[in-house]
């Protein structure tokens, strides 16, 4: 027989022949596995089987020399794929018995034939099949996997290729296939892939953090391709061995079983399959060689055995030695030396002498002078890893910055014959809920910029956002001008800056791994509490801040356009509303148009006015 159509015995449907042959040639309808004794005659095999009838025929064609031609099969998802056939289902026609063979490699697990892939743990995406066509579907994917987040649990496996490469490692999913040339795989994580070359792939999936694994799959489902993340690890040999302590959870194609031993290895040659002319699998090219890029894998024992026989953590902990580093780093911030107490004066002094000359670049560079930021960093570390230690001796050196700015800024005020209340002093009396905002970024920052190398150029430009000495300096002058009202104020805004800072660095401490949650819990919510706290005050201020920047908007509203007017303040908010304003005038004063916008604000804001009116002449 020329060729013969091989169709599931057991289907409970009858196969309609004019739906899956088209042509004039005499077709012999092969009922599998009924009739495959009769198939060592055939030379073409027309095979139109679900992937778990398909996958035992195709055993059979290893005892025979026949070409093997597919018809899309409704249940033939893994085959299709995997052998890169359109899953459109078309006739048989005698043009489609034309197409060109070639013999290709399969993948084998323990003895069985892998039509499309297997799968130990879970890979999420990483599969064949595994990314979506288009964003939707992908945002749907990270959906799902969002939801089965604590599933995903590390465990160890020992790996090695060709009984000498040996890794030990700690992953959720390690999947295999032997062909990604129809998949978006191909395409961007696995460029280096050939048809036929008697190799076959691995991937080994070991994320370190929920955090880690998060971040990767949102940022890839708003961007067209894939990219290939730090927590994977890529084999390509010829054969595998995956075993584990514990038993693991497979799934070979769709086909789900429990083992502690996967042995993978390539058939070189082990179908002759007729393929389209355009089938990646006509690219064939010369031998390549192996590769192992498990750089990033998990390697160190202690590594494993944190990661291994739990859920993953929410973020990922820092590496042994970063988190030496730091902790010198910021165990030597936290101790007084006399560095630090030579640029706490200077920097008090530069700035009470810029808050005096209401000069804003003098007190840019006590700001960066100031050295305060490295105690409150180090009490911050205290916090998240609950070290009474560090937080003893951070608190110690900050409190004495604190009394040394003070100091020098009050005994500065007693020198200087100067009680004038500049626009810098009174800049920092009324600290509000932005100011918090500002002292929440800033600790992010700092945080960050002390824990990574390579982002420590840039505290500088923090402590001059978080601004923590000239509030000092302005509570010193407060104090030595026996004003309650200025050292309170400038007080509470150092106040709102450490809370803000304390608390953000904490967080950011424990996101960067520094701090397992059970350890920071305490100190997190004691700095929450603190910044709680302040943010009672600095909400009053700033509804108060509001309310005085809606009546300067009802005064630009209705002040004549003929009024030139320099500046408008708001002196209260009760009842009655004081608004100063600051007129220019060239000639006689205009006192009509006052009177008759004193009367409108009144109507406009529904309560007495009282308008105090300073002109300016102009000669």
Not at 24 to 52: G, S, T
């Amino acid at each position: 027989m020329e060729y013969c159509l091989i169709v599931d015995a057991n289907h409970a449907n009858p196969v309609n022949m004019s739906d899956l042959v088209n042509t004039e040639l005499p077709v012999c309808v092969i009922r599998w596995p009924d009739d495959q004794v009769f198939l060592a005659q055939v030379k073409n095999w027309v095979v139109y089987l679900p992937d778990e009838k398909l996958r035992d025929c195709l055993r059979f064609t290893e005892t025979t020399n026949c070409t093997v031609h597919l018809l899309a099969h409704p249940e033939a998802r893994h085959s299709l794929r995997g052998f890169c056939y359109s899953s459109k289902r078309e006739p048989f026609t005698e043009a489609l018995l034309q197409r060109p063979s070639i013999a290709i490699d399969l993948l084998r697990c323990n003895g069985n034939l892998v039509l499309n892939k297997v799968v130990a743990g879970k890979a999420f995406n990483y599969q064949p099949g595994g990314h979506a066509s288009n964003f939707w579907q992908r945002l749907k994917t990270v959906w799902h996997q969002f939801r089965h987040l604590q599933e995903y649990r590390p465990q160890v496996f020992h790996l090695s290729t060709d009984g000498k490469n040996q890794i030990e490692t700690a992953a959720v999913g390690i999947a295999s296939t032997g062909h990604v040339l129809n998949s978006s795989l191909s395409r961007s994580l696995l460029t280096e892939n050939y048809a036929n070359d008697g190799l076959f792939y691995s991937l080994v999936v070991a994320p370190r953090s929920l955090v880690q694994m998060l971040r990767h799959f949102v940022f890839e489902s708003f961007s067209r391709g894939s990219r290939q993340p730090g927590f994977i690890g890529v084999l390509r040999v010829r054969n595998l061995q995956i075993t584990s302590p514990e038993p693991f959870e497979c799934r070979l194609d769709e086909q789900l079983f429990t083992t502690d031993l996967l042995e993978l290895d390539i058939v070189e040659n082990a179908l002759q399959l007729a393929v389209s002319p355009d089938s990646p699998f006509l690219s064939t090219g010369a031998r390549h060689k192996e590769i192992r890029r498990v750089q990033h894998l998990p390697s160190a024992a202690e590594s494993i055995k944190a990661l291994s026989g739990d859920s993953l953590p929410w973020v990922t902990h820092a590496a042994t030695d970063d988190f030496k580093e730091l902790y010198l780093t910021l165990r030597e911030n936290a101790q007084i030396s006399t560095t630090f107490l030579v640029f706490m004066v200077l920097s008090a002094l530069l700035a009470s002498f810029g808050l005096y000359a209401d000069s804003t670049p003098v007190i840019i560079g006590a700001m960066i002078l100031a050295p305060l930021m490295a105690p409150i960093i180090s009490l911050s570390m205290a916090m998240a890893r609950q070290d009474i230690n560090l937080m003893h001796s951070s608190t110690k050196t900050l409190m004495t910055g604190l009394f040394v700015a003070m100091g020098f800024a009050m005994l500065l005020s007693f020198m200087l014959p100067m009680h004038l209340e500049t626009t810098e002093i009174s800049a920092r009396l009324r600290p509000t809920l932005l100011d918090l905002g500002v002292a929440i970024i800033s600790g992010i920052a700092g945080a960050y910029a002390y824990a990574r190398v390579d982002a420590a150029k840039s505290l500088a430009g923090v402590a001059i956002a978080v601004a923590l000495v000239p509030p000092l300096a302005v509570t010193g002058i407060g104090l030595g001008w026996m004003s309650p009202r200025i050292a309170f104020g400038a007080l509470l805004l150092f106040l709102t800056n450490l809370a803000g800072i304390v608390f953000a660095a904490s967080i950011t401490f424990l996101l960067l791994g520094y701090a397992p949650f059970s350890r920071a819990r305490r100190g997190i919510v004691l700095a929450l509490i603190a910044v709680m706290l302040v943010s009672v005050p600095l909400a009053i201020s700033f509804r108060q801040l509001s309310k005085e920047a809606a009546i300067v908007d009802v005064v630009d509203e209705l002040r004549p356009s003929s009024v030139n007017v320099r500046s408008v303040g708001v002196l209260s908010t009760g009842s009655p509303i004081r608004i100063r304003m600051e007129i220019v005038s060239q000639g006689a004063h205009d006192t009509m148009r006052i009177r008759r916008l004193k009367q409108q604000l009144s109507e406009a804001l529904s309560t007495e006015v009282e308008l105090e009116v300073s002109w300016i002449n102009l000669y």
